[in-house]
């Protein structure tokens, strides 16, 4: 018999996805953020990359009924000088949470990077594994040292597709696509034959909330969450355009260029008929209704 939802302590809470979970879960959550970043009584400070004060964070959350912890915290690809090796010492402290305070299950936010996407989308979750790139390769070490360094906790692997929308400010494709349109206009790209599975964030966050609230069965261990299509980046830009145009009044003008070498991922659709099969995302946003949500709320920010 699985035990009752209780606290769902939210690692990453600070960043764009794990902000949008804390969201989804209101006061059911605990948000766990950076050392420095500013806390309130559902949230606590804690650098994950310290044992030490991670042993301190443990004898406050022994007071909180936590049955889940959604471990989102991430090193990204974004920043100047990524040290993909924090992933692991996070995940070290993460299962010492798990074990020391029995908590019942683990939600690992993975993603499409871990998969060897040579061959024809979709892709789902018995495809070969052959990461891309140094992010998709700690992605998928951290997925291997939770699945051997935890002992009671119940894991989960979501492997998710291209996630985006409100609160996304880091450097992605949409990001900067939106950004350029702000400020100058215009949208250039060079990649017209690449495809890619966007899902929008509060899909994403409500299908979480949704696997924890049910109680889902977790006895599969990894699960596929997109859209189940996939959009060429000349769409993408194309509906921008065209969201600009219709809503603003302003023109943004879209040049295409030739790429200057084969697409490493030419379209990372994941299969989520096994998701689908369980009442998983079933309904899903547009990409033309979350990219206007999103350019929306960058021009109301003005994030530039």
Not at 191 to 214: C, G, H, N, P
Not at 234 to 256: C, G, H, L, M, R
């Amino acid at each position: 018999m699985q035990p009752s939802v209780g606290k769902i302590l939210v690692t990453g809470a600070s960043g764009f996805i794990g902000h949008a979970l804390v969201d989804a879960f209101g006061k059911g959550a605990i948000g766990l953020t950076g050392p420095h970043s500013k806390t309130s009584n559902h949230s606590f400070g804690c650098d994950l990359t310290d044992l030490e004060a991670v042993k301190e964070l443990a004898k406050k959350l022994k007071e909180h009924s936590i049955t889940h912890i959604v471990h989102a915290a991430a090193v990204t690809p974004w920043s100047l000088d990524p040290d993909f090796s924090l992933d692991i010492e996070m995940a070290k402290s993460v299962a010492w949470l798990c074990n020391k305070l029995n908590i019942p299950q683990l939600i690992f936010i993975s993603g499409w990077n871990v998969y060897d996407m040579s061959g024809k989308a979709p892709f789902g979750e018995d495809t070969a594994i052959q990461p891309t790139g140094d992010y998709g390769a700690s992605k998928f070490a951290v997925e291997q040292f939770f699945s051997q360094n935890l002992k009671q906790t119940r894991l989960l692997i979501l492997r998710t597709a291209s996630i985006y929308g409100v609160g996304q400010v880091s450097a992605g494709l949409i990001p900067n696509l939106v950004k350029s349109s702000i400020e100058n206009h215009t949208i250039a790209i060079d990649t017209v034959q690449v495809k890619r599975d966007y899902l929008y964030i509060t899909d994403f966050a409500q299908t979480i909330k949704q696997i924890v609230e049910s109680r889902h069965d977790e006895s599969r261990g990894v699960l596929n969450i997109g859209s189940g299509t996939s959009q060429p980046i000349s769409t993408v830009a194309e509906t921008i355009q065209d969201i600009f145009k219709t809503s603003y009044n302003i023109d943004v003008a879209v040049s295409y260029g030739e790429a200057s070498q084969q697409p490493a991922v030419p379209n990372n659709r994941l299969d989520i008929s096994r998701a689908q099969k369980d009442g998983l995302l079933l309904k899903t946003k547009s990409l033309a209704d979350g990219l206007a949500q999103y350019i929306e709320w960058r021009q109301h920010e003005n994030i530039l």
